[in-house]
Each structure stands twice: as C-alpha cells, then as structure tokens.
C-alpha cells in the first residue's frame, strides 16, 4: 500500500480525526460529547448521512449549483471561526491609550484563550462573529440560553502577576445607552441615579460574558496585599518590576525653548500629548517611559523634569467618588491601599469598615441577596458576620498610570471575568489611519 492510499484509508481517517475529537473531549471535560464519536464514524468509515445537508451531493454530469456551494463556504466558514473564536484565539482591537507604551491605541491583536484556559460561553445565542452590539448598536446576542459558567483547564502556565490580561468590564454590567463607553456607577455617584438616568439613559443590562472587552496589566493576585507609593507598586511590602512600557506624566521645566518634536515622538511621546506652554516655560503633563525620562532630564534644554504625583489631601485632583472603594480613606492613583485581593476559599470577617471592599463582590459577582442594616450584614434574610470568597479576583492597571481607568476606579475583576492574554499584534493602525508597520507581527511578552 502506497503512502497515499494509506492517508486516504476511511480508517486511517478514522483513528486520526478520532483521537483528535477525544482529546478535545477530555479537555472539554463533558464526556456525552464521546457520542459525537458516532458521526465522526459515519464521515469517515460509513458515510450513510450528507452531514453537510445544505450542499447536494452531485451524480455524474449534474451541472454544480454556484449559490449553495457558497452557502456550504460560508456555513463551514461560520464554524471553524466560530470554534476557533471559543477556545483558542480571538482578535480584539485596542480602542484607548491606556496601554501605551505596551499596547498603542490602534492595534489588533489575536488574544490567546488558551493560556488561561477558554470559556464555554455563558450566552452562547450570539450572531457570529460579534460580541454584544450589531448594526448600529443593536443587541447582537439573546438570553434565552444561559450556561453557568465554567473554564477549560489552561494549556498554558496560567495566570501569572505581570501578565497582559483581556476580561470583561466588572462594571460593564449596566451601561447608558446615550454614553456607552462610560462607567455607570461612576455616573450614579457623582450625578445621582435619577440625574444619571434622566440624561444619559436609558439604561441597559448585559450578562457578564457580554460586558465590553478591557486590557490591562494584572498587578494583584488573590491572596495579595497590594499598596501604591509614589506611583510604584508594592505587593506584600515588596516592590515590583516597573517594566518597559509603563508611563508617567511627568512636568518638565525648560529654558525657553521645546523640545524636539521629532526626538520626542522617537521616545515613543504620543504626538497627540506634545503641549508646549512658553509660560511655564515647558510641558506640565509629558507623558514618558522611564528610559525616556533619563533621556530628556538630560537635554541640554532641560532644567528639571519631576513626576507629577497626587498625594492627598494638598493636590487631590480625583474625587474619593471616583477612587474605589469609593469613601474618604486619603486613596490617590499614585498613593493607594493598603488593599487586600479577595482569594477562593478565603475567609473574612465583615466589618463597617471592610465592607466597602467586598459587597460588590458578595451582592454582583457571587450572586447573592445581601443587606446591610443597623450595622449588621445579612444573606437571604440570615445574618453573617463572614464571608468565603467562591472565586479568585486581580487587580488591574494600565501601563499609562496617569490615564488608565482600572482596578483603582472600579475595584477587583473577578476570575470569570478573564477572557485571555493578548499573543501577538497582526495589524496596527494610527489614529488617522496610518499603518505602524514596525508593530505588526510583534509578540507581545509577558512575565
């Protein structure tokens, strides 16, 4: 027998793709799909279903129909994207600057799913190749199906501090339908909710695995006790790796004359954030890498260059509405915590204190009816006075920290929140259009 007709044994064929199907079933971890062992032998060996119902199987001389072989393109097209989409990789697009200098504004990315193991779909009634919206923002996916939710085993390392990590928006639950990309509750505890509503509604409700997509560094681990000074991150006591992309602003003092704009946008300044003020003379807020920093505190033009820090209470420039937890503990984006990050399986004890940190988590994202009242807490009418964690949760920053909404705005991101890891950049784009060539194909690192 020749290697040819080898390969195309029907049971050759057959072991192949059977093997393959049961070591995606032993992955999936759902053993009742070892029935679809059955269709993939009739494709193989006994072949007494046109599994592919759409196509005709043409005899001998019948003239092809041109419309229902696209139809069968189009449909096996819709499928293998589909599969793929669900548990190995995914393209997103990176819509804002709070990755940058990591990830830029303009870039799209294939995200690995596998690393962290790919979700099965909470809501898995979704138009293909969409996410939440189509056709002029109109609700892409239905509830009429919901699963509860459940991760494959990673094939990967796992998630790890210092990852670049896709989730879901925790606050990406409720949106205002005139406002979309803004943060609901930020609204509703600025403005008030019927404010909110009034101007900015209606309201709209989405499923976790249908909230908007979000990229940033994780910071925090379960378990961790996270604390921010000076702008550095330290978990545990213990400083972390600055590393090479993370930014700052910083106030740079000059003697009369700017800096050049071309050996700016070379450190990788964004030209859109060059603002040269001859009154200061200088920059107040020059976005810059740490290496960048070195580099223009060194400029023969340059006096002085200092990072722009918030300290509370004497430059408090967010209000403790916008910090979470969302009451005046003296948090800054630049001075922030001590903070613990909730771990599966932990246990707290509540107190009026604490609470602030945890009852988004125990009410939103562990589902449960709790009250607080008279300085007791209560679930389902019991009262409790503390809690196991059923899931893990992270803290998220950007690389930009001066212009990143994160996990110091709106909390914890819960661990079936973590859609995967961006892996490489295929395409990139300036906002006006101009290609970045030097970034397609570029792997993005991780830890």
């Known amino acids: 027998m020749t290697l040819r007709n080898f390969i195309r044994n029907k049971w050759v064929k057959f072991a192949f793709w059977g093997i393959l199907y049961c070591l995606w079933v032993i992955w999936l971890h759902s053993f009742w799909w070892l029935l679809g062992l059955i269709v993939v032998f ?7 279903v046109n599994w592919t119902f759409w196509k005709p199987r043409y005899k001998e001389g019948q003239k092809p129909n041109l419309l229902l072989d696209w139809l069968d393109a189009i449909i096996f097209a819709v499928i293998v994207v589909t ?14 600057s709070s990755m940058e ?54 094939l990967g390392r796992g998630i790890r501090r210092g990852d670049c990590v896709v989730f879901n928006f925790p606050h990406g639950d409720t949106i205002l339908a005139r406002v979309p990309a803004e943060d609901y509750y930020a609204h509703v505890r600025i403005n008030g909710r019927e404010y909110t509503q009034q101007v900015f509604g209606p309201v709209i409700t989405r499923p976790a695995d249908k909230t908007d997509h979000y990229v940033k560094r994780l910071v925090g681990m379960p378990g ?47 030209r859109n954030q060059i603002h040269y003020d001859p009154q200061l003379p200088g920059y107040h807020n020059l976005t810059l890498t740490a290496s960048a920093y070195k580099v223009v505190a060194k400029m023969s033009n340059v006096i002085g260059a200092t990072v722009n820090l918030e300290n509370y209470p004497g430059d408090y420039l967010d209000s ?19 903070i613990w990050i909730p771990a599966k399986g932990a246990t707290v004890t ?46 998220m920053m950007g690389d930009n920290r ?13 661990e079936d929140h973590i859609v995967g890891t961006p892996a490489i950049i295929w395409l990139s784009k300036e906002p006006g259009g101009k290609v970045r060539w030097r970034r397609i194909g570029k792997f993005v690192l991780n830890s």
């Open 83 to 96: 599969f793929i989409n669900i548990f190995f990789f995914q393209s997103f697009k990176i819509p804002s």
């Open 224 to 270: 961790d006790t996270l604390t921010i000074e000076g702008g550095l991150v330290y978990i545990d006591g213990e400083q972390q790796k600055v590393y090479d992309g993370i930014q700052l602003t910083y106030k740079v003092i000059t003697n009369g004359t700017p800096i050049s704009r071309v050996a700016l946008e070379k450190l990788g300044v964004d």
């Open 42 to 48: 009739d494709m193989c060996v006994t072949k007494k």
């Open 350 to 395: 509540l107190t009026k204190d604490n609470i602030a940190f945890y009852r988004r988590i125990i009410e939103v994202y562990e589902h449960n009816n709790f009250e607080e009242k008279g300085g007791k807490f209560y679930i389902d009418g019991e009262e409790i006075t503390e809690y196991t964690f059923k899931q893990d949760y992270f803290f």
């Open 101 to 154: 200098n990591t990830l830029m504004t303009g870039d799209y990315l294939f995200v690995d799913k596998m690393r962290y193991g790919p979700r099965i779909p909470e809501t898995p009634l979704t138009i293909p190749f969409t996410h939440n919206t189509w056709l002029d923002g109109k609700k892409s996916y239905s509830e009429a199906v919901k699963w509860p939710y459940r991760r494959l085993k990673p």
């Open 320 to 338: 403790y509405k916008m910090i979470f937890p969302y009451d005046d503990r003296g948090f800054t984006r630049d001075n922030y915590g001590p």
């Open 402 to 414: 001066h212009n990143s909404l994160d996990s110091r705005y709106w909390g914890f991101v819960p």
